[in-house]
T-cell receptor, first 113, second 108 residues
């Protein structure tokens, strides 16, 4: 298995533009997580899916952020409109089930100018 | 969301010295996992602790879960330059909240 795959690896966009980050979890994993990492705030949980259903989105910063998981092999995190303070590394992770090891993707480094 | 605090935030050690990072929660943790993130990399799983008072070892790394399941520690004996990175603890309850992380620098 190739592991958790995220795309793009790097994204530079102008303020106000829509940004879509993509994630392919490990096949057979039932849990998927989106995290945002910054120097100031560390590794923040944004949203958590279990069996494609969003379980907890309390970490989503505001309405500009939305996440979907249309099927077991694909998830997106969308920011619309983007702002400079959204600049961060966004990680997707998946795990077989609750309370098991989480496997992280390589991350997407987002820069909003 | 739940907050798991780690101390120290940063640690610089001479190669060969020991290192310890502590993970503290105000609420009881379900299970705790530890991850390591190399500079520029992504978090990689190290270990999971489940039982109160549990101690596990991986070569030079010793992991401990507190009796009340509200704290945990990671101790590295005789650090090496390959230990450089940020160490995170995470509560794996219903969600997956991570601690604030401890960034370790090892000076050769």
């Amino acid at each position: 298995d190739a592991g958790v795959i995220q795309s793009p690896r790097h994204e530079v966009t102008e303020m106000g533009q829509e940004v879509t980050l993509r994630c392919k979890p490990i096949s057979g994993h039932n849990s998927l997580f989106w995290y945002r990492q910054t120097m100031m705030r560390g590794l923040e949980l944004l949203i958590y899916f279990n069996n494609n259903v969003p379980i907890d989105d309390s970490g989503m910063p505001e309405d500009r952020f939305s996440a979907k998981m249309p099927n077991a092999s694909f998830s997106t995190l969308k920011i619309q409109p983007s702002e400079p303070r959204d600049s961060a590394v966004y990680f997707c992770a998946s795990s077989l089930k609750q309370n098991t090891e989480a496997f992280f993707g390589q991350g997407t480094r987002l820069t909003v100018v | 969301g739940q907050q798991v605090m780690q101390i120290p935030q940063y640690q610089h050690v001479q190669e060969g010295e020991d290192f310890t990072t502590y993970c503290n929660s105000s609420t009881t943790l379900s299970n705790i996992q530890w991850y390591k993130q190399r500079p520029g990399g992504h978090p990689v799983f190290l270990i999971q602790l489940v039982k109160s008072g549990e101690v596990k070892k991986q070569k030079r790394l010793t992991f401990q879960f507190g009796e009340a399941k509200k704290n945990s520690s990671l101790h590295i004996t005789a650090t090496q330059t390959t230990d450089v990175g940020t160490y995170f603890c995470g509560d794996t309850g219903n969600q997956f909240y991570f601690g604030t992380g401890t960034s370790l620098t090892v000076i050769p």
